[in-house]
């Protein structure tokens, strides 16, 4: 509560004023979260001060929406237990936005809005939270709505992240996700989009450069465990591995069920869970990507599929899903199941 606290100080967020004869200040209250790690394990909590007019808004940049600026003149009550010694009855004047209000999102987005355009990026025509930048060759994408960015030179995504974290106080930082070397060839007859560069790169980083290359990347009929028995790996080795293959699964689709698999074993990892086995397929599959052909047509189709309890610890389902625009691939996912399923007969969810 009191690093939310900081926070609204270091980013002038509020004034704390008389409360004005002609406006209704807004209630807040505090939102609580428990992040849990892949034992259920409690390893961080997180609270949030939001005001009561609406449902609270969640990003993934760290106090997004205390960044952008409000028109309107909007004040709140003190947090309960934080009221000022001196002035326990006065109201805060919000000179940024608050989680929960209806302005937030819209002031925020203004403020990263004007800043892209100013920096020389293009709004997307159709999708207006897609900014475009060409510079030299080289090509910056970046969605604003999660604040991913996608570029073909390394060199001008670290550039730019520093650009952004400066303009926000830092508050950016390490939230920043970063599809590193993702590498665009255009054609007549398409684009092709790979990952070559990151992968050979990350190949090198942990030491897999000269591994036997394997053909999948895990065994068809592995299940695995929690394999408490088993020879335990380094874990900030494992993590630093999974979180690498998350983002190469940007353009790896091959490789999603076996990340995500090895994934759920990353606050006690063993050699039975197979992520230098998906190292080894990289090995042998480094330049492989996603091709979008010119003259596809815009018919779209989805598939789905489970297996059926798939998982020997809980007993629930991984879900695979995909669609295609013509014989483009345009969206996929691997995850587990919230509910355990009782039949054979699964619906994916």
Request: glycine share 8%.
């Amino acid at each position: 509560m009191h690093e939310e606290l900081e926070n609204f100080e270091r980013n002038h967020l509020r004034d704390l004023v008389e409360p004005p004869p002609n406006r209704r200040p807004i209630g807040t209250k505090w939102v609580f979260k428990n992040k849990r790690g892949e034992d259920g394990m409690v390893v961080k909590n997180k609270a949030r001060l939001v005001a009561r007019a609406s449902k609270l808004q969640q990003m993934d940049v760290k106090s997004a929406f205390p960044n952008g600026f409000i028109e309107e003149e909007v004040y709140v009550r003190q947090p309960l237990g934080f009221e000022s010694a001196r002035f326990p009855d006065r109201v805060y004047k919000l000179r940024k936005a608050l989680y929960g209000l209806k302005q937030a999102p819209r002031a925020w987005y203004a403020r990263l809005k004007s800043f892209l355009l100013k920096s020389g990026f293009v709004m997307g025509s159709v999708d207006k939270t897609l900014f475009l930048l060409s510079r030299g060759g080289d090509t910056l994408i970046i969605y604003v709505d999660d604040i991913i960015f996608g570029g073909s030179s390394h060199a001008l995504v670290s550039s730019f992240a520093e650009q952004m974290s400066r303009e926000f106080e830092m508050s950016l930082m390490g939230e920043l996700q970063f599809f590193l070397g993702l590498q665009i060839k255009q054609g007549l007859e398409g684009t092709f989009v790979h990952q070559a560069k990151y992968t050979r790169d990350i190949l090198k980083k942990f030491n897999m450069g000269d591994s036997k290359p394997m053909t999948t990347p895990m065994s068809t009929n592995t299940a695995l465990d929690a394999d408490e028995d088993g020879e335990a790996v380094d874990q900030k080795e494992f993590r630093g591995m999974i979180g690498s293959l998350l983002y190469l699964t940007a353009t790896r689709p091959d490789i999603q069920f076996a990340v995500c698999l090895c994934a759920r074993y990353q606050a006690s990892p063993r050699t039975s869970h197979p992520v230098k086995r998906i190292f080894k397929y990289l090995k042998f599959t480094p330049e492989l990507g996603l091709w979008y052909s010119s003259g596809s047509s815009l018919f779209l189709r989805g598939f789905s599929d489970a297996d059926h309890a798939g998982c020997r610890i809980d007993r629930k389902s991984t879900s695979g899903t995909f669609q295609l625009l013509g014989t483009s691939l345009v969206s996929w996912s691997s995850r587990k199941q919230a509910s355990v399923s009782l039949s054979t007969t699964e619906a994916s969810t």
